[in-house]
Nanobody, 122 residues
Framework: VQLQASGGGLVQAGGSLKLSCVASGTDTDSSYAAGWFRQAPGKEREFVAGIGWSSSTYYSDSAKGRFTISRDNVKNTLYLQMNDLKPEDTAVYYC????????????????WGQGTLVTVSS
């Protein structure tokens, strides 16, 4: 399975971006969990949002109310709609896919995309 993340860029504070993560090399089924994590310079990778195989969604406190994770199983694509972006959201965003017991735990993911850079200017 290969994951290709895209949609990052430079945006002003208060703006929006939509990240996409396309999976290839796998069937179009929903029996997996997926998530978005991010890593800012000098910091560890942190959980942002996750979606279970039943489409239950989970968010970090910083993402709650501003970000929305969704998936299109037919297109094998994971999305992250990010609104009201803040400078502290600046990071490389990674998509992951697998069967984690806890979608917030990066250790449980089997596949990762290459990351897409989001830069939010103040």
């Amino acid at each position: 399975v290969q994951l290709q993340a895209s949609g990052g860029g430079l945006v002003q504070a208060g703006g929006s971006l939509k990240l996409s993560c396309v999976a290839s090399g796998t069937d179009t089924d929903s029996s997996y969990a997926a998530g978005w994590f991010r890593q800012a310079p000098g910091k560890e990778r942190e959980f942002v949002a996750g979606i279970g195989w039943s489409s239950s969604t989970y968010y970090s406190d910083s993402a709650k109310g501003r970000f929305t994770i969704s998936r299109d199983n037919v297109k094998n694509t994971l999305y992250l709609q990010m609104n009201d972006l803040k400078p502290e959201d600046t990071a490389v965003y990674y998509c992951g896919r697998g069967s984690p017991i806890n979608v917030k735990d990066a250790q449980g993911y089997d596949y990762w995309g290459q990351g897409t850079l989001v830069t939010v200017s103040s």
